[in-house]
């Protein structure tokens, strides 16, 4: 089993439409948690961080929930712009942490 | 601010050559990461440096691959020799040690291995 794991997609979905990716984590020892967004052929950029207690940014919200070790990230009404991959990672551990990325959920935003 | 700095930004060699990319992460950030990203993958951490120190090299192939972080600023990840499945995309990230640990990543080095 991966340590990491994301919905395969890909998340075909009209604007204006909302969606909603998951990640499962395998460690319990997972200390933090981040969904960055990766673009064709480009870095991947910090979307957000994910909080125990839920983090909403504008029209994104994530959630974290330890007990079944899954976060999750909801996009409402959806713009062409969204149009990405979202990698779900995960920071093991807090003085010597390591960094691990899921493979990552493709989304395309249709007009 | 600038951000992290990689070159080059594209290379191709032919097998059993080898191979270095450089980078150069955001002024003031003690961390520096090597990523390997293959199609259709998330990034896969090689190796985790604070400053001068390689305090997580678990996954860097040590038969053909090293790094190294002279003076804990700039950093340099070589391949010798390369293989047809080292083709990839190498990206270098940098954090400081506040926070939320967010990572600042390059453009990256596309590495074809012919």
């Known amino acids: 089993r991966k340590e990491v794991e994301q919905d395969p997609g890909p998340f075909n979905v009209p604007e204006g439409a909302t969606v909603a990716f998951n990640c499962t984590y395998s460690?319990?020892?997972?200390?933090?948690f981040f969904w960055y967004r990766q673009d064709c052929r480009k870095e991947p950029k910090l979307l957000m961080s994910?909080?125990?207690s839920g983090n909403e940014d504008g029209r994104f919200t994530a959630q974290l929930n330890r007990a079944s070790q899954y976060i999750s990230l909801l996009i409402r009404d959806s713009k062409l712009s969204d149009s990405a991959t979202y990698l779900c990672v995960v920071i093991l551990g807090t003085g010597g942490f390591k960094t691990i990325f899921g493979a990552g959920t493709r989304l395309f935003v249709k007009a | 601010e600038a951000g992290v700095v990689q070159s080059p930004r594209y290379k191709i060699i032919e097998k059993k050559q080898p191979v270095a990319f450089w980078c150069n992460p955001i002024s003031g950030h003690n961390t520096l990461y090597w990523y390997r990203q293959n199609l259709g993958q998330g990034p896969e951490l090689l190796i985790r440096?604070?400053?001068?120190?390689?305090?997580?090299d678990s996954q860097l192939p040590k038969d053909r691959f090293s790094a190294e972080r002279l003076k804990g600023v700039d950093s340099t990840l070589k391949i010798q020799p390369a293989e047809l499945g080292d083709s990839a995309v190498y990206l270098c990230?940098?954090?400081?040690?506040?926070?939320?640990?967010?990572?600042?990543f390059g453009p990256g080095t596309r590495l074809t291995v012919t």
């Open positions: 990230a940098s954090s400081d040690q506040t926070g939320i640990y967010e990572q600042y």
């Open positions: 994910v909080y125990s």
């Open positions: 460690n319990s020892a997972s200390q933090s």
């Open positions: 440096y604070e400053n001068e120190e390689a305090v997580d």
